[in-house]
């Protein structure tokens, strides 16, 4: 494993050495830090990066560039991980790899209000590399990691560079209309349990239904009971 990951020339590396990249990224996000900073820290156990993303639309349709996060984080880990390896998107961030969850996506801005234009957008994510000391495989059906996947090999600087390469290519597809499509339908052939019943917890709220699809904002189409309700994608914004 190399000392330091090659990035895109859009794109400046900072090690987060003992601080968490999300917060970090947000702290000089705040700051008026430079679009494109993505800040990162790999341990024994974890793989985290957040990157820094400043929209120029309203909050909203901004909230594709954390589907273009994700999605690129998806198609890195497909590029590197052993074929028969399933990797899907939960609606709500989870990473899932081989129908358990591998780590999470966060997204953070300096509010939830739909009618305002964010002055920044950070999109993070945390990977588990391996499982925690003294856990044992098995022993919590729902939770995974590369290493319990076949992926033990995989070099998590590889990874985040790959990562930031799909990333970027998604980002600069947001620019017109086509590539927000490619983008909707790229996304939604990875979304995981779509069509299924499906439970999501919203700023502490439980919301249960089925899971339909997205509208043109990747905004939850959930039914319940006949009827079918959105749920923005920007609810699942951290405010810091």
Do not use: Y
């Not at 600069?172 to 339908?185: F, I, K, M, Y």
């Not at 069509?195 to 919203?202: K, R």
């Amino acid at each position: 494993m190399s000392a330091a990951p090659v990035f895109p020339p859009l794109m400046t590396g900072r090690a987060a050495e003992a601080e968490d990249p999300f917060l970090l990224a947000c702290k000089e996000a705040e700051s008026d830090g430079d679009p494109g900073l993505l800040v990162w820290r790999v341990t024994s156990e974890t793989l985290s990066a957040a990157l820094v993303l400043v929209p120029e639309s309203l909050l909203e349709p901004a909230m594709a560039g954390f589907i273009a996060c994700a999605v690129g984080l998806q198609n890195a880990l497909g590029a590197l991980a052993p074929p028969e390896t399933a990797v899907h998107l939960d609606w709500s961030g989870g990473i899932i790899l081989n129908g358990a969850e591998a780590g999470r996506l966060r997204v953070a801005a300096p509010s939830r209000d739909p009618a305002e234009e964010p002055d920044w957008l950070v999109v993070g994510f945390d990977l588990a590399l391996s499982l925690p000391p003294g856990a044992e495989p098995g022993e919590n059906p729902g939770r995974t990691a590369l290493d319990q996947e076949g992926c033990g090999g995989l070099d998590p600087l590889r990874l985040l560079e790959a990562w930031s390469r799909h990333t970027l290519l998604w980002l600069n597809a947001l620019d017109d209309a086509e590539g927000r499509a490619d983008l909707h339908r790229e996304w939604q052939g990875l979304a995981w349990k779509l069509g299924e019943t499906v439970a999501v917890t919203v700023a502490g709220l439980q919301e249960a239904g089925r899971f339909l699809g997205a509208d043109e904002n990747f905004g939850m189409l959930i039914e319940t009971g006949g009827t079918t309700r959105l749920i923005r994608l920007s609810a699942l914004i951290e405010e810091v």
